[in-house]
């Protein structure tokens, strides 16, 4: 029972951090009908971002606190990757619009390339060692089951985040205006709605959310590399796709799904395989769940409601 507790908790840290980057998917998905691979490296340059801020204040500010230090960190670490994720739309998608579907897609691919080759000039190619401003010693134990602060903080962050989110898309007048360009733009924009502007800022929005979910991601493992974004965004695509892509509420589900399958299946692997295989395998459960919901369920757990595009 202390082995099943402890993997929940674990799986509910990993899979916070999997529905912010799948939320990123599925609202563009939504806007535009765009798979944007590029979004998971949004999340390394957040995370990469914020690790060169903390190393300057460690210079410059020695005496500063882990909160403010941290807070600072996220202040540059999220314009920068929303400037960035607007930059993409404007010069590598808003272009294709209207090109068949495999054009945008193929572009969202080299637009990831891209994006690590320039990380890895920037940054290199070695680990480096994420700052632990939050403490990662456990706290006093629950039913044998040990928690950190950073556990709690990406829970609760992720949490606040989320309903932040749906709160935006639900009750004001943007969120109206993406789900009117979400349904048909071309509509949307004939009642008055400026659709190039509502794209973008979904967009920025995403590109916001990949920047706190890759401080959270490092924070946790305590590394960063410049290749660290594509595990977790391909991870957090599979999410979207398990809870319905197209569906904040499908994102957030499939998010915290994939994290506990994937918790347990790492806790469990080696008596279900009699030793065949250890934790190090934990991967393959993300994508044993793509293929079972492409075959079974194409619409996900939670369907999709972004209607067909003519």
């Known amino acids: 029972m202390e082995i099943f507790l402890q993997q929940l908790v674990n799986g509910l840290v990993v899979g916070s951090v999997y529905a912010l980057v799948a939320l990123g998917y599925t609202m563009v998905y939504g806007i535009l009908g765009l798979i944007n691979f590029a979004h998971g490296d949004l999340v390394m340059v957040g ?149 190039n502007l509502i794209i973008a800022l979904t967009f920025v929005i995403d590109a916001a959310l990949a920047a706190v979910a890759g401080v959270m991601y490092a924070s946790n493992y305590g590394i960063a590399h410049y290749g660290m974004g594509f595990m977790p965004g391909l991870k957090a695509f599979t999410a979207a796709v398990l809870g319905g892509i197209g569906n904040l509420g499908g994102a957030m589900l499939g998010g915290i799904v994939l994290g506990l399958v994937e918790s347990f299946g790492a806790g469990y692997i080696e008596h279900m395989t009699f030793g065949l295989l250890n934790s190090s395998y934990q991967d393959i459960f993300a994508f044993i769940i793509l293929g079972l919901v492409l075959i079974f369920r194409p619409t996900g757990l939670l369907g999709e409601r972004v209607s067909d595009r003519a």
Request: aromatic share 6%; glycine share 6%.
């Open 47 to 195: 995370a990469m971002t914020a690790l060169q801020t903390m190393l300057f204040l460690m210079g410059a500010a020695p005496g500063m606190s882990p909160l403010a230090m941290l807070t600072l960190s996220l202040a540059v670490a999220i314009p920068v990757c929303m400037l960035l994720g607007y930059t993409m739309e404007r010069l590598a998608y808003r272009r294709l619009r209207n090109a068949p579907r495999l054009a945008p897609l193929i572009t969202a691919i080299g637009m990831s390339f891209l994006l690590q080759t320039i990380a890895m000039i920037l940054w290199g190619r070695n680990y480096h060692t994420f700052p632990q401003l939050i403490s990662t010693v456990p706290l006093q134990p629950v039913a044998g089951v040990f928690v950190t602060p950073i556990q709690v903080t990406i829970v609760v962050g992720s949490a606040l985040i989320m309903a932040a989110l749906i709160v935006l898309v639900t009750k004001t007048r943007l969120g109206r205006a993406m789900r009117a360009t979400a349904e048909n733009h071309r509509v949307a924009a004939l009642m008055g709605v400026d659709t």
